[in-house]
C-alpha cells in the first residue's frame, strides 16, 4: 500500500515554456501533500505544501506564480512550472500523507526536468 | 541551529558490519521520527519510523530513539553494498516536517 505516482518522470523542454507535473496517490487519500526540489548532490529542499481544496503554502524564497499548485481531490496534486528557465532545471519530488504532518509521507518517483 | 541534524559523511563500512547513522533534532515536541533511504537519482523511500523512546528492529534495521536526548539512530546490520545510499532522518514536529540533509553510505564489498 502508499503508492504514489508521478507523470511525467522525465520532460525536457525550451525555456519559456511551461510545465505541468502530477502527483497522485494511488491507493490512499491524501490530505497532504508536499513538492519538493532536488538539486545534483544537495538536499531535499521542500517548496510548498498542499491540502485538498485549499491553497498551497509555499516556503520562503518559492514563488508561488513560478510554482503553481492545485489540490484538486484527495488523490490528485499538480505542481506546474510556468515560463521554465534553465535555472528551473532540477528533480521534483512530491510526497503524500493520507494525514496531516504527523503522518508518514510517502514519495513519488520524481520528476526530473531539464529547461534548455 | 538545523531543526534536524546529520553527519554528511560520507561513511564508509566493509560487507558484514554495522553501520551506525545519527541525526539530533531541535524541537523538544518533535513526535514522530523517521528515517528514508535515497539511491543516487531515486526518490526516497521510507524504512521505518519510530514514535517512542527505544529501540525498534525491523529486519537488518534498527532505529533507536532517545527523546531526552533529541537523539535518533538507525543501525544497519550485515551491511550489504546494496545498502550504500544516502540516508535521511526526518522529524515530526507538531504541524511541520523536517529532513536532514542526509547521511551518505558507502557499503566495501
Known amino acids: 500500500g502508499a503508492v504514489v505516482s508521478q507523470h511525467p518522470s522525465r520532460v525536457i523542454c525550451k525555456s519559456g515554456t511551461s510545465v505541468k507535473i502530477e502527483c497522485r496517490s494511488l491507493d490512499f487519500q491524501a490530505t497532504t501533500m508536499f513538492w519538493y526540489r532536488q538539486f545534483p548532490k544537495q538536499s531535499l529542499m521542500l517548496m510548498a505544501t498542499?491540502?485538498?481544496?485549499?491553497?498551497?503554502?509555499?516556503e520562503q524564497g518559492v514563488e508561488k506564480d513560478k510554482f503553481l499548485i492545485n489540490h484538486a481531490s484527495l488523490t490528485l496534486s499538480t505542481l506546474t512550472v510556468t515560463s521554465a528557465h534553465p535555472e528551473d532545471s532540477s528533480f521534483y519530488i512530491c510526497?503524500?500523507?493520507?494525514?496531516?504532518?504527523?503522518?508518514?509521507?510517502?514519495f513519488g518517483p520524481g520528476t526530473r526536468l531539464l529547461v534548455l | 541551529q538545523k531543526e534536524v541534524e546529520q553527519n554528511s559523511g560520507p561513511l564508509s563500512v566493509p560487507e558484514g558490519a554495522i553501520a551506525s547513522l545519527n541525526c539530533t533534532y531541535s524541537?523538544?515536541?518533535?513526535?514522530?521520527f523517521f528515517w528514508y533511504r535515497q539511491y543516487s537519482g531515486k526518490s526516497p523511500e521510507l524504512i521505518m519510523f519510530i514514535y517512542s523512546n527505544g529501540d525498534k528492529e525491523d529486519g537488518r534495521f534498527t532505529a533507536q530513539l532517545n527523546k531526552a536526548s533529541q537523539y535518533v539512530s538507525l543501525l544497519i546490520r550485515d551491511s550489504q553494498p546494496s545498502d550504500s545510499a544516502t540516508y535521511l532522518c526526518a522529524v515530526n514536529p507538531p504541524n511541520q516536517f523536517y529532513f536532514g540533509t542526509g547521511t551518505s553510505l558507502t557499503v566495501i564489498p
Open positions: 510526497s503524500a500523507t493520507p494525514g496531516t504532518f504527523q503522518e508518514t509521507q510517502y
Open positions: 524541537d523538544r515536541g518533535s513526535q514522530s
Open positions: 498542499s491540502n485538498e481544496g485549499s491553497k498551497a503554502t509555499y
